[in-house]
């Protein structure tokens, strides 16, 4: 039997010079859903470097069929003896500078079509979850949080959605802050601050708010949840929309067991205590200047002994100060 043709998306980049590119799935192990795996929405230029919204694909025929790179971490516990235990634990690949990456699982066309859905609602409704993990673990493609069985229970309810898992930088490439990073940043360069991981998130519903349409959802109806941290990150998010006069990038939220206050920030003083415990340990509180110290930090590779060991600690969380989340 003839294998079905590769489901393909086409994404019309609004840029100088407009372009189209195209996405192709990865045959889910449903049939009724659709799945597009480690689209890249967002760049790294450097480490503590705020992350830039992608203005297109790295190709023009993107093949979306494997998860993309979660950031460094520590090996954490192994959850899909517990959930999802049918799933088996993907391929995990890490690297810090093309960690942004998002996936998308869909109702597919035959499924839409087998719904007596009304006409005038032609595109799905959108949920956007960030996955927790204590700021530290995790990735939206570990099977604990795959939404593939919801997106399909969705289907067979007769409400059918549409479902993003984003990564994002954690740990040490997450949050750590310091006036030292601050002062070196390029202030010409756009975003200033800390809270790099945050910054991330951002970018990715700014993708999905631009592209979402053409994966059949409604940018208009885009939910924002997530668990733990996750949902602390959510609140971060809730606060920002209600205190920044803009486009919304979601209209709903859903918060699991954490906010704001219970699952950080912590002050500015907090974070350079966590700072400073780092250069310590790194033997730099005798280089001469601060651009030394930051240079030499930059430059340690995320394997490297210590840099694997700060990967574990609970140092690391989001930065407020004044009253204001420090992320711009």
């Known amino acids: ?35 597009f795996r480690g689209i890249p929405y967002a760049d790294i230029a450097d480490r503590w470097i705020h992350s830039t919204l992608r203005q297109e694909l790295p190709s023009d025929n993107f093949d979306a069929s494997k998860n993309g790179p979660r950031c460094p971490q520590q090996q954490g516990p192994n959850n ?9 634990l993907p391929e995990v690949t890490e690297d810090e500078f093309k960690c942004l990456n998002l996936f998308i699982v869909r109702p597919n066309e035959e499924s839409l079509n087998r719904l007596d859905l009304c006409k005038d609602l032609d595109k799905l409704p959108v949920y956007v979850y960030i996955h927790g993990g204590g700021y530290g673990l995790g990735a939206a493609t570990d099977p604990m949080w795959d939404p593939t069985r919801l997106v399909d229970d969705s289907i067979s309810l007769g409400r059918p959605f549409i479902a993003i898992g984003i990564n994002y ?58 668990q733990s941290v996750g949902a602390s990150s959510v609140h971060a998010h809730v606060l920002e929309a209600t205190a920044v006069q803009s486009i919304p990038l979601f209209s709903r939220a859903i918060m699991e067991v954490g906010a704001m206050g ?28 601060h651009s030394k110290s930051l240079n030499k930090l930059s430059r340690i590779t995320a394997s490297s002994s210590y840099m694997s060991s700060t ?6 969380s989001k930065l407020m100060r004044n009253l204001a989340l420090v992320s711009t």
């Open 1 to 35: 039997m003839a294998s079905p043709s590769p489901v393909i998306v086409q994404l019309p980049y609004h840029t100088k010079d407009p372009f189209v590119q195209r996405v192709v799935r990865k045959t889910s192990w449903i049939p009724g859903v659709d799945e």
């Open 80 to 88: 899909s003896d517990t959930f999802h235990s049918y799933l088996a």
């Open 169 to 226: 930088r954690l740990n040490i490439f997450d949050f750590a802050a310091s006036p030292l990073l601050m002062h070196a940043q390029n202030h010409a360069a756009g975003i200033k601050g800390c809270n790099f991981g945050l910054v991330d998130q951002r970018n990715a519903l700014r993708w999905v708010s631009a592209n979402i349409s053409a994966f059949g959802g409604d940018q208009n109806r885009i939910t924002l949840g997530g």
């Open 262 to 289: 219970t699952l950080g920030p912590i002050s500015m003083a907090s974070a350079q205590a966590n700072f400073d415990k780092l250069t310590k340990a790194l033997d730099l509180t005798g280089l001469d200047g």
């Open 311 to 316: 990967l574990s600690t609970r140092l690391w």
